[in-house]
């Protein structure tokens, strides 16, 4: 799922600029105010994608953004006042990138600790799919000669991605919210004890990850 959609964004994502300089005439000030716009409403959908799978389901609520973020992108191929592109841009963009945290958690939880490194390959080929689609978007837009060609394209290949993760419901794991109180006793039981607020820090360091960025879609 998460190639095959990898692959449809490059196609599109680098070209969005492009895209608000050429077919609305933005200013070089306007394309950067936008682009600075586009990752702060990305953080904030993360966020409550985040909150949302706690009550849905982390499997639902990721087809759910992925379902939505198409639905967008759909859209935007066809309308043309700016003052509806310009939500949809970065709605579409905010629910696509949402799901990268939640999707590495399901898999990180359900692949064996041996395996790992076999999964985080695969992901980085899902990365250079996204940088080399990027040059088949640029030669979609060139024959077509229009950017709404190749989103077209990427809308189709994100449906595509979305039929293809469905059997997921069907071998999903449950899964099931442990009670807070056996939570806190959980997290109790296997805390550190020490006097020491400096070895505490250094343990705590010591317990993150440093897992690789997932590219954006």
């Known amino acids: ?126 990365g250079f799919a996204w940088s080399g689609s990027a040059a088949l978007g640029g030669y979609l837009a060139d024959y077509a000669g229009d950017y709404r060609f190749t989103f077209v394209v990427t809308a189709s290949i994100y449906s595509a991605a979305f039929v293809v993760s469905l059997p997921l419901f069907f071998i999903y794991p449950a899964e099931h919210k442990a009670p807070a109180a056996a939570r806190e006793t959980s997290l109790q039981s296997v805390a550190p004890v020490t006097d020491s607020p400096a070895i505490a820090r250094r343990e705590e360091s010591a317990g993150g990850t440093d897992l690789p960025r997932v590219a954006q879609s």
């Open 1 to 126: 799922m998460a190639f095959i959609t990898l692959f449809g964004a490059g196609m599109t994502v680098k070209f969005f600029p492009l895209f608000f300089r050429i077919d609305y005439k933005f200013t070089p000030l306007e394309v950067c105010v936008l682009g600075f716009a586009y990752p702060f409403c990305i953080s904030v959908m993360v966020e409550l994608c985040r909150r949302l799978s706690k009550h849905l389901g982390r499997l639902f609520a990721v087809s759910l953004f992925h379902f939505l973020g198409t639905v967008c992108l759909w859209v935007l191929c066809y309308i043309r006042p700016l003052v509806l592109v310009l939500p949809l841009y970065l709605l579409r963009g905010a629910l696509m990138n949402a799901r990268g945290p939640i999707i590495r958690a399901i898999i990180m939880d359900l692949v064996p600790s041996d395996l790992r490194g076999r999964w985080n390959s695969i992901q980085s080929m899902s």
